[in-house]
């Protein structure tokens, strides 16, 4: 027995619409969806929406002295379940945003412009234009251009409703002014940024732990106050423009570290707070962290109990409440919490850096040293969340 469509073949012959690629439907998504990336640019952006290429003016590098170009790419991994399962796509490109130019303003540049690529099974022209104004809408919130993107039809590869995302960015920073490693010195003392919830990292497995449970995602949840759908979609929070007048606010200036100054970010992802903090450290410092200065939210709560899951485990997979960390001169310490929170985003003091001791206790998973390929310096969890 044939299909309709095999039938049409027959008589038409094949088409790419019959083999499941809508080119209009694509033209549809672009319709729909260029307004809200048009609001992203500024006068540095050339040419409109839909060319080969995205064109941004950089004749304001001509005034720097030694200018760093910073790229990073990355994507949202399986939260876009969540999203597909909700029917719910605007707000997947804040998750897709923070973990592109987050990266990038680690290092104390500024992110200049921005690209996203999008995998679909099928064309919905109403659905990518939702995935990319809510790119946008985050391209407003950190100050980047969305200067171009790609929307690919996989069918047969995806499913009709399945899609994913990836994203690009790049961005400027002078040489004198690079954060990182080489800044921080022993007496630093290290700030906390509140998380807006789960972030983008670890639906692996927050996802087979509400399997487990048999929950649904419309379950009413107390402890949340909403749906565990709702809590589970929660945007990521975007620090780019918070990290960035911060360190506009409190700047270094040459080689090394400086007094009065913010030396360093570390972006929890993947892989937890110590592993990711314990990146931008030195070799021969430890950072000392103290889990009782702030509370787990509840999200991260009801994770661990219902799953059972170890402590260990959630720390080197969830960011339990912290989603960016500052490492700055003690003298600025007081001055940096007070310009975070007066910026709206929460924040606290919740550790020092200090040189390693031969009395540390080097093992086990309060002590991590070293991640993802950086051999540098250590961190140490100490006492209980608050």
Not at 6 to 28: F, H, K, L, M, P
């Amino acid at each position: 027995m044939t299909s309709a469509s095999s039938a049409a073949e027959n008589t038409t012959g094949i088409t790419y619409a019959s083999a499941g690629v809508d080119v209009e439907a694509g033209d549809r998504a672009v319709e729909l969806m260029k307004d809200a990336v048009k609001a992203t640019h500024n006068s540095s952006v050339l040419g409109g929406v839909g060319g080969f290429a995205g064109l941004y003016d950089v004749s304001k590098l001509l005034t720097y002295k030694r200018p760093l170009l910073a790229t990073s790419t990355d994507g949202v991994g399986t939260k876009v379940a969540i999203a597909q399962a909700m029917d719910i796509h605007d707000t997947i490109g804040f998750d897709l945003v923070g973990m592109v130019v987050d990266d990038i303003v680690v290092v104390g540049a500024e992110p200049l412009f921005m690209t996203d690529y999008i995998a679909c099974g099928k064309v919905v022209p109403e659905r990518i234009a939702d995935i990319v104004r809510g790119i946008a809408a985050a391209c407003s919130v950190a100050g980047t251009a969305l200067v171009g993107g790609e929307t690919a039809e996989h069918p047969g590869l995806l499913g009709e409703h399945e899609y994913d995302v990836a994203g690009a960015a790049t961005g400027v920073v002078e040489a004198d002014a690079l954060l990182g490693p080489d800044r921080v010195r022993a007496g630093d003392v290290v700030i906390g940024m509140a998380s807006s919830g789960l972030h983008s990292n670890g639906y692996s497995l927050v996802r087979r732990v509400i399997n487990h449970a048999g929950w649904a995602l419309d379950r009413q949840v107390s402890e949340l106050g909403r749906t565990l759908g709702e809590e589970l979609l929660e945007p990521t929070r975007v620090y780019a423009a918070d990290c960035l007048d911060l360190a506009r606010a409190f700047p270094v200036s040459g080689l090394g570290a400086a007094p009065g100054a913010v030396h360093g970010f570390s972006h929890v992802t993947g892989g937890g707070l110590a592993a990711n903090l314990a990146r931008v450290l030195p070799q021969g410092l430890v950072a000392t962290v103290d889990r009782a200065t702030w509370e787990l939210p509840a999200i991260f709560k009801l994770v661990s109990e219902l799953g059972n899951v170890p402590l260990a485990d959630l720390e080197r997979t969830l960011n339990l409440g912290v989603g960016m960390v500052a490492i700055v001169s003690h003298e600025i310490a007081d001055a940096a919490v007070a310009r975070l929170n007066e910026r709206g985003l929460p924040s606290w003091v919740m550790g020092t850096v200090a040189s390693d001791s031969d009395s540390i206790i080097k093992s086990g998973p309060d002590y991590v040293q070293g991640a993802k390929g950086v051999d540098g310096g250590a961190v140490r969890l100490v006492n209980a969340y608050a």
